[in-house]
């Protein structure tokens, strides 16, 4: 495992509380090779807490790639579509984290269709799972893009915001789909009494990032570490906060363990708001001074249109989940990674 990984899940499973409850329990984790997949495995197994975890992949090669050999070793990786699956034979469940969804702007763009199907019939199966096996919790991974544009921040958003979303805009596959899995998700709740909550993440990165993860912090991290200059393809007027990795898994337990099912939760760290400009700014400034910002405005990068999300994470931190990681030390920690 890369060291900066390491210290971050053993800094994980030193500082967070809620791991008895966790105790001897079985869990269903989809998306396992993903950023935020993969590193909810890492953690849990870290706790050493005799967790039991059941992983869904489409591609067994790629697991090699992200886990050591003693991982793969206590965790059950399964090729498998995840929509086309006997989970039957996996017997007892206890707790569902769903985080399989594309990820990419230019897939949302170029396979709309298949970004709100996959979104959808995913999310579904897992329901249905979670109805049939009567299991403890459920957490499905939604996104901080179901609040649609905005360009006012004076005031922090809560989970009770909605703004504008374009239904006949081809880059709203996601953030539909979203939507209307959230919904799902609270029908499931009230019909089925299925224990699911929503965890409304911003942008998250850290340590573990894929090598060609294109969002921008990681692409910032990525060209300070190289020491190249920032070029800006937009105005980079959009602004968000963003969160560190482990911080999001925690906040994700948090809601599974005690969060009301049937309801949202923003994810993020508060502090770290920031508009794209701004970052790159920040990044010259603080964390490699010899580079620059230039600005080359390219309109076919398929990014979301511009809004401004303040993120309010009130109803979060009333579970008790603080963020530990600022936006230095998410730099700090990425560029040691991407060094190492």
């Known amino acids: 495992m890369n060291k900066i990984v390491c210290e971050d899940v053993l800094d994980f499973a030193k500082n967070f509380e809620l791991s008895n409850s966790l105790e001897n329990s079985t869990f269903l984790i989809t998306g396992a090779t993903g950023l935020i997949g993969s590193s909810l495995i890492r953690c849990l197994l870290a706790l050493d807490k005799q967790v039991k975890i059941f992983a ?3 591609n067994l090669k790629k697991v090699e790639t992200l886990f050591d050999a ?3 070793e206590k965790v059950h990786f399964i090729e498998c579509d995840i929509t086309h699956y006997d989970y039957e034979s996996l017997g007892k469940i206890d707790f569902i984290v769903h985080c399989a969804a594309p990820t990419s702007s230019k897939f949302f763009v170029e396979h709309p269709v298949e970004t709100f199907e996959i979104i959808m019939d995913g999310t579904k199966t897992m ?3 979670a109805q049939k096996k009567q299991i403890k919790g459920m957490v499905y991974l939604s996104s901080l893009e179901v609040y649609g544009e905005t360009l006012d921040d004076s005031k ?3 989970e009770r915001f909605q703004g504008y979303l374009d239904p006949v805009s081809v880059r709203s596959s996601y953030p539909m789909a979203k939507r209307a899995t959230e919904n799902m998700c609270c029908l499931y709740a009230a019909e089925y009494g299925v224990p699911v909550k929503v965890a409304r993440l911003t942008q998250t990165t850290g340590a573990g990032i894929a090598k060609d993860d294109n969002r921008i912090i ?3 991290a990525r060209l300070a570490s190289l020491g190249q200059d920032i070029v800006l393809h937009s105005t980079g007027e959009s602004a968000r906060p963003y969160c ?7 906040a994700i337990l948090h809601i599974l363990l005690n969060g009301g099912n049937g309801e949202c939760y923003n994810v993020a760290n508060e502090l770290t708001y920031i508009s794209a400009k701004e970052m790159a700014e920040f990044v010259c400034e603080k964390v490699n001074p010899d580079i620059r910002v230039k600005i080359e405005i390219d309109e076919n990068q398929g990014y ?3 809004t401004k999300l303040r993120l309010d994470t009130a109803k979060l ?5 603080q963020p530990r990681f600022g936006l230095q030390k998410i730099f700090d920690r990425l560029v040691l990674y991407l060094k190492n």
């Open 244 to 250: 560190y990795v482990t911080d999001a898994i925690s």
């Open 218 to 220: 990681a692409q910032f």
């Open 317 to 321: 931190r009333k579970l008790a989940w």
């Open 56 to 58: 869904p992949v489409r």
């Open 156 to 158: 922090a958003i809560d």
């Open 70 to 72: 003693s991982q793969i």
């Open 304 to 306: 979301a249109p511009p």
């Open 127 to 129: 329901l249905q799972l």
